[in-house]
């Protein structure tokens, strides 16, 4: 019986001004634990595969279970029908726990599909294809490279992508049910799915003061990123780009310094690009963000929407509990629960061999 562990962070985008660019991995982690029985030649499961799953959306049945329906089998199957293997091995038993709240702005589907390309690597023997063409494939299926980048390489990232061939930029989005048509994976034409050009997306990793930790403050709704980039206009004014060009070039300097300087922190943390657009989403998060500041609170360094939200991410250096009950009560007066947890930079993904 062969053995695996799929071990992939969640993470934080934009962290303030850094919208679409910037990334942070988390240590929230989900994990795939597979096992596959090689001696069996069939399998009365579809596609030779049975899923399980443990964790956030168990309860409503939210995540299917159908490996041509499931996120992240749907990946680990477009990376194996482009290596021309139309299924997984026989017995493959994927059992799925996920910690990470979903819908929260937490990163949970940018880490479904890089455990979902590790997934098709590995059961695959796909062992040609490196850190850079596991991205490839992550970016052809979720578009925006902060999430991804974090979750892959881990820490805190810088991400962009490269300029292509007229002949490429047509694929470079195609959504995931081009590439592997839905509902259950659709009628299977042994076609081939188109792969992802060579060096879509890059990333730079920046340094991390220790001294940093992120809390994050979980409100109970979802905001779809969909939606939450419905909101957004389709063009800025030049002063609003200028504004955050300004601070995206502070923010690594200013997160790797030790000790933190929180004023510098604060101000780099800013943003115009996303988070004022994203309040009608997000009740209190106006209020939140203008009132908390060092020099309102001891311990804190600077607060942000995470990602699209509505996870408020607040990085500081000490006094957690007390800056984490004070955007709760914000929240309460809207009548929002909340949960919170003190994370730390988390490592990209891993694979644990024989566990």
């Not at 969909?226 to 995206?248: C, G, H, S, W």
């Not at 502070?250 to 101000?267: K, T």
């Not at 991410?313 to 007066?333: G, M, P, Q, V, Y």
Request: aromatic share 6%; proline share 9%; net charge negative.
């Amino acid at each position: 019986m062969e053995r695996f562990t799929i071990r992939t962070p969640c993470s934080s985008a934009n962290i303030g001004p850094g919208f679409d660019v910037i990334g942070l991995a988390l240590s929230i982690y989900l994990e795939l634990r597979v096992t596959i029985d090689r001696s069996k030649s069939s399998s009365e499961h579809p596609l030779n595969c049975r899923v399980t799953y443990e964790g956030e959306g168990e309860e409503t049945g939210e995540v299917p279970l159908d490996p041509s329906a499931n996120l992240i089998t749907r990946v680990a199957l477009y990376v194996l029908r482009c290596h021309d293997q139309r299924a997984f091995p026989a017995e493959t038993h994927v059992h799925i726990v996920n910690p990470i709240p979903l819908g929260r702005g937490l990163g949970s589907s940018g880490a479904a599909v890089v455990a979902g390309v590790m997934l098709g690597k590995q059961v695959g023997g796909l062992h040609h294809l490196d850190d850079s063409r596991v991205f490839d494939f992550c970016l052809m299926i979720e578009r925006h490279p902060d999430n991804v980048g974090a979750a892959l390489f881990g820490g805190f990232v810088g991400t962009y992508l490269k300029p292509l061939a007229p002949e490429d930029v047509a694929r470079v989005e195609i959504p995931l049910s081009e590439v592997l048509p839905a509902p259950a994976g659709g009628l299977d034409t042994g076609e081939r799915p188109p792969e992802p050009p060579h060096g879509i997306g890059h990333h730079i990793k920046f340094p991390w003061s220790k001294e940093i930790k992120a809390v994050a403050i979980i409100p109970n709704f979802e905001v779809p990123t969909a939606k939450a980039r419905e909101v957004l206009p389709k063009e800025y004014p030049r002063q609003d780009v200028t504004f955050n060009m300004q601070r995206i070039a502070l923010l690594p300097v200013a997160l790797g310094q030790s000790p933190p300087d929180p004023e510098l922190i604060n101000l780099a943390m800013q943003d115009k690009l996303h988070q004022q657009y994203r309040q009608t989403l997000i009740p209190g998060l106006e209020e939140i963000v203008q009132s908390m500041s060092p020099s309102t609170q001891e311990g804190l360094l600077g607060v942000c929407l995470s990602g699209a939200g509505p996870t408020i991410l607040a990085l500081a250096t000490s006094h957690f509990e007390e800056i984490a009950e004070r955007i709760i009560a914000r929240f309460r007066k809207e009548n929002i629960d909340c949960k919170w947890r003190v994370l730390e930079p988390a490592e990209g993904t891993k694979v644990i061999e024989g566990q």
